[in-house]
């Protein structure tokens, strides 16, 4: 009777266990086919800085244009600017304060949130960045394209100028995107420089990124992982895809300031 018992026992909690992984299943399938109407949003967006009276008026309200400013220090400014502009009259001035160490973070960037770019996409952003001066500046980030999430900074990938050069930085585990040391690219200074960022979007090793320095292809990395895993450091989930966009200095921790100017922002999905 005991053996039987326990025999019950063990069927019941098999059955259980198959009853919870179908349920978990069938929960993944049916988020799997809502959250792309769930997490919907737009999936292109422009500026030239053309349309704005003060600074101010880049923020709406209701994310039909910029979301927020992401300001960090009282010596930190943004503004609308006159005196270096790639076209028309105007463009984005990021000012980032001087950091006071490796811990002191300064970012002084316009972020769009509430977009949608999903995987498999094929995301190209076109920009045109000014830097001021020609100071020994390293690390400073340019442009981020991530993913909100619950906890701590959203996971994605970002342009950095690390030693005078572009290289795309992952905020996933995943190593940096580099130039060759043999024909390396300097990141020109006080001229306006156009960069463009393309990204096959791909949790696996099936996506793809090329960024492009004033029409030079200067990094390509093929079959690669784009996107966080579902998992990201065992702490949150993500959703298979990305939904922030944000320029300017995105972070720095240099001790001394950093100016860049942006303009013409062309952000679309190109499949």
Known sequence: MAALGWGYIRTKIKNQRVKFLSFILIVSILFSCKKKEIFDGPNSYSDGFENYSSIEKLIDGDDEQWSFFQNTHDQTTMSIDSNFKHSGNWSFKSEAAASTGESDVVKASINK????FWEGEIVHISMWYYMIGNDNVTWVFLFDLEEKTAIGAGPGMRLALVDGSLRVEHKFPNPDIKQNESNEILFPRDQWVHVEFETKLSQKEKGYVKVW???ILI???????????DILYFQQGTKAMYSQIEFGVTAHTNTIPVTVYVDDIEVKVIN
């Open 113 to 116: 949130q509430f977009m949608a």
């Open 213 to 215: 320095q004033d029409d």
């Open 219 to 229: 990094l390509e990395q093929e079959n690669w992982q784009t996107l966080p895993k």
